[in-house]
């Protein structure tokens, strides 16, 4: 027989009656208490009531919405407290194991920090960064064991978040911990409810005083609980005679109760059929945030949710209308995130969500008490205080088609399986039982070598460049004492012949004459609250979906300006203080790996953006990600997202971007004289070891034509006139589908053959590169977009001072794009490049 669980809607009856009446347990506060609160009764010698949360998810089966929501929106009004600036500083941290996933929730309201929650699960080789006891619990140790131990040893605000505030004295235990460790000047504390008494409640504002800190609190509802004299003893008393009583007719979990609480009555049968579900769980994503769990981390999880929760629906029976997901312990955050999009996507399913637990409660099978029926089933995940039952509630005659199981990895043990395990109690009262099992993220050193410790410190200005030193960071060798230079025409041939690859060797650097530097200026002024617009919208693009506190890595040198401008950005809009490096890409040889390996020492990977200036055919594109590949495949490190950010588009190759318009960014006009006064990269194997960074020059004696700080300055003066219009077209392009569609290739392939040139690297498509090949390769032509106006003036300069036609064409994609010489050779060419018709 199917009993109706009581969830604690208000059209029923209470479900804290049946202990206030045999106990005289009163409740008393806000209105929305009995709503969220019922009462039961536990074998625990501190405190025999418990207060069982309706919208916790972990004792009782509640809708994922309703419990998602309550701890979001909990994590909204934090952030409203704290503001912007604060909360992008906070780290958020639950307790297990009843608020794990509400911790979770209250960190994605709060959206801005990181997340971390005690365990009660040691890890070797992970030495804890804090400790504290619980007094009332079941189980009292709790450890903090953070993957980086700069987690806790910021001095932003911490929110420390809990299902109820009883005593205080779990907050108080882990303030004194935390605070002699890690002093800091703000505490949050968020719980559901506030239940302290009169006497209890002044104990956070004398701790406030002790230590020279502010301390809020933070509740969806406050009120306090009466206890009688002698309560304690009368609910010990009360526990004993019921579960004497449940013994002596068998074993039920309660008076009149079917469901059991020891061995199953029929522990012969058939080992029931359970469906396991793999749900592609992302690579390296923590399971959830008992060692951390960071935004970009959540930004991970919310991509794939839509595909694991879709392998979910497709396992389960078609008539399956009532389905539950009962998630393990302190594994709460991820079954949750699962049931929620779950219920999403499945309109016509009902789906209801809790959480198995080590706390024993006497089950009472009544409308008027919290804990109708009870699961028990041994400890399976070889827990380190040895092996123990642990219990399901009101699980059993709640009326499920399906329950899916979700449990770590660790969890799944040959415990589980057993004829007495979780899976055939589950088996007892549900025709379906699915298996979803979530990799445990457990931290490991940085799988690399012993050379992240011998690589150099990024080059900085003044030394090396010309920016400031706090603007960027290169990972890059000084080979400014080396000649590298060779002329164009040299390069060229050797390129095209394949006796060099052309990062083996520099051009040598253009000059630009009075008249073309005047035309950059000329081209800054008309520009620069377009480029301020554009760098404003992928800065927020990148905010919003990659990371609040991404690492920028421009890929120089082009992407280096760029940025520059991003960080600029974020300090000015969001008082983000970014950091910036810049490493080199070389097409057909790949990234600079002992640039990543810096980074992996010292960045979460996950929080790594790579910047660029703009998209061409997508090259570079494939180039990175082909690279990052591969060396998550030699160095183990994963983690880096191959998305690159970028200033303008044209070729729809990425997501992430200021604008798809292919217009002049004067950066594109110069050379290293806009670039910090930084050549592109060398990559030479008599220069550049297996160990070593690839190489780059600094052009010292060109500081009287620079101009790259008067770039930086003239567009970030532009910022506050375009704030306005950024919020509009990030918010228009974050509701966009921004799917590449590669058309900038397709173009590029299209021209490769109708020109005959045969080979799609001679085609280099946009304004930047056409720039780039009038500036450093031999060009055969120029093709312009008939109509093309002042963004092309300066490549008429330049094709002019080459002798390279510019031929108009009705319909391009690209406003023009750059030809170079398909068959060169100074014979063919003559000496000095000029172009010729072949």
């Not at 971390?116 to 804890?128: F, K, N």
């Not at 789906?351 to 009870?374: E, F, K, M, N």
């Not at 061409?616 to 690159?644: C, M, N």
């Amino acid at each position: 027989m199917n009993r109706a669980v009581n969830n604690g809607a208000s059209d029923q009856v209470w479900t804290g009656s049946w202990v206030a009446e045999r106990l005289g347990v009163e409740l008393v506060g806000d209105d929305e208490l009995t709503g969220l609160l019922g009462l039961a009764l536990r074998r625990n010698p501190k405190r025999a009531h418990l207060l069982v949360s309706n919208v916790l998810g972990k004792h009782v089966p509640q809708s994922p919405s309703v419990v998602y929501g309550a701890g979001f929106a909990l994590g909204r009004r934090v952030r409203e407290l704290l503001g912007d600036d604060e909360a992008g500083r906070a780290v958020v941290l639950g307790y297990a194991e009843t608020a794990t996933g509400l911790g979770h929730s209250v960190a994605d309201g709060l959206a801005l920090a990181p997340y971390l929650h005690s365990t009660r699960r040691p890890i070797p080789g992970i030495a804890p960064a804090g400790g504290f006891e619980e007094s009332h619990s079941h189980a009292t140790s709790h450890l903090l064991l953070p993957e980086d131990p700069a987690l806790l040893a910021g001095d932003g605000p911490l929110v420390l978040v809990d299902d109820e505030f009883s005593t205080g004295n779990t907050v108080l235990n882990t303030l004194r911990d935390l605070h002699e460790r890690y002093p800091r000047r703000w505490y949050v504390i968020v719980a559901l409810v506030d239940m302290r008494s009169a006497a209890n409640a002044g104990r956070l504002e004398d701790f406030a005083r002790e230590i020279g800190a502010r301390v809020d609190l933070v509740a969806a509802a406050s009120g306090t609980v009466r206890l009688p004299e002698g309560v304690l003893e009368k609910g010990q008393e009360l526990v004993a005679r019921y579960e004497a009583e449940s013994a002596a007719v068998g074993g039920p979990s309660s008076a009149g109760s079917s469901w059991p609480v020891g061995p199953h009555p029929d522990d012969n049968r058939t080992h029931p059929h359970i469906t396991r579900v793999d749900l592609h769980w992302p690579p390296g994503l923590p399971d959830g945030g008992r060692h951390g769990f960071t935004p970009s981390h959540r930004i991970r999880l919310e991509r794939a949710l839509p595909t694991m929760a879709a392998r979910l629906a497709e396992a389960l029976p078609e008539d399956a209308r009532r389905v539950h997901i009962l998630g393990f312990e302190e594994l709460m955050y991820a079954p949750l995130r699962l049931a929620r999009e779950l219920e999403q996507i499945a309109s016509d399913t009902e789906v209801r969500y809790s959480t198995t637990t080590r706390s024993p409660v006497l089950a009472v099978d009544d409308p008027g008490y919290a804990i109708r029926t009870r699961l028990v089933f041994p400890a399976h995940d070889a827990p380190a205080d040895g092996p123990g039952e642990r219990y399901a509630y009101n699980v059993a005659g709640a009326g499920f088609d399906a329950v899916i199981a979700v449990v770590d990895s660790t969890a799944d043990t040959p415990e589980l399986h057993a004829p007495d395990g979780l899976l055939a109690r589950l088996a007892a009262h549900t025709p379906h039982v699915l298996l979803a099992v979530v990799p445990s993220y457990v931290p490991e050193p940085p799988l690399v070598p012993e050379r992240p410790d011998m690589l150099p410190e990024p080059l900085r200005g003044p030394a090396f460049s010309s920016y400031a030193p706090e603007e960027v960071g290169w990972l890059l060798q000084d080979l400014s004492d080396v000649t590298l230079e060779a002329p164009t025409e040299e390069r060229e041939e050797a390129i095209q012949s394949g006796g060099a690859h052309y990062a083996e060797s520099l051009p040598v650097e253009y000059q630009p004459s009075e008249q073309y530097q005047e035309l950059f200026h000329a081209a800054l002024d008309t520009s620069a609250a377009r480029i301020a617009r554009a760098v404003g919208a992928v800065t927020e693009l990148v905010l919003a979906e990659r990371s609040p506190r991404p690492v920028l890595v421009s890929l120089a040198r082009a992407g280096t300006p760029v940025g520059v401008l991003m960080r600029r950005w974020a300090e000015y809009r969001h008082g983000l203080d970014l950091p910036h490096y810049a490493v080199s890409i070389v097409r057909g040889r790949g990234i600079d790996v002992n640039a990543l390996r810096w980074l992996a020492a010292h960045h979460d990977p996950a929080d790594v953006v790579f910047v660029d200036g703009w998209t061409g055919k997508g090259a570079i594109t494939r180039e990175l990600a082909d690279a990052l590949r591969e060396f998550e495949e030699a160095e183990g490190v994963s983690g880096f997202d191959p998305e690159i950010a970028v200033l303008a588009d044209p070729g729809s190759c990425v997501r992430t971007y200021g604008t798809r318009e292919d217009f002049l960014i004067p950066s594109a006009c110069l050379n290293s004289t806009v670039s910090g006064l930084i050549s592109r990269t060398v990559l030479r194997a008599d220069l550049v070891g297996p160990n070593d960074y690839h190489g780059a020059k600094f052009y010292r004696e060109l500081a009287g034509a620079d101009v790259s700080v008067d770039f930086l300055d003239g567009v970030a003066a532009r910022f506050p006139e375009v704030a306005d219009a950024v919020d509009a077209l990030a918010k228009e392009l974050l509701s966009a589908d921004r799917s590449p569609t590669w058309e900038g290739w397709a173009a590029v392939e299209r021209i490769s053959e109708e020109y005959g040139i045969h080979d799609v690297n001679l085609v280099k498509p946009g304004v930047g590169e056409t720039t780039r090949v009038l500036l450093r390769r031999v060009p055969w032509k120029i093709l312009a977009r008939a109509g093309a106006g002042a963004d092309l003036d300066h490549v008429r300069l330049l094709a002019e001072q080459r002798g390279v036609p510019v031929e108009e064409v009705a319909e391009l994609p690209y406003t023009c794009v750059g030809l170079i010489h398909p068959k060169y050779t100074r014979g063919a060419t003559g000496a000095d490049g000029r172009a010729v018709t072949v």
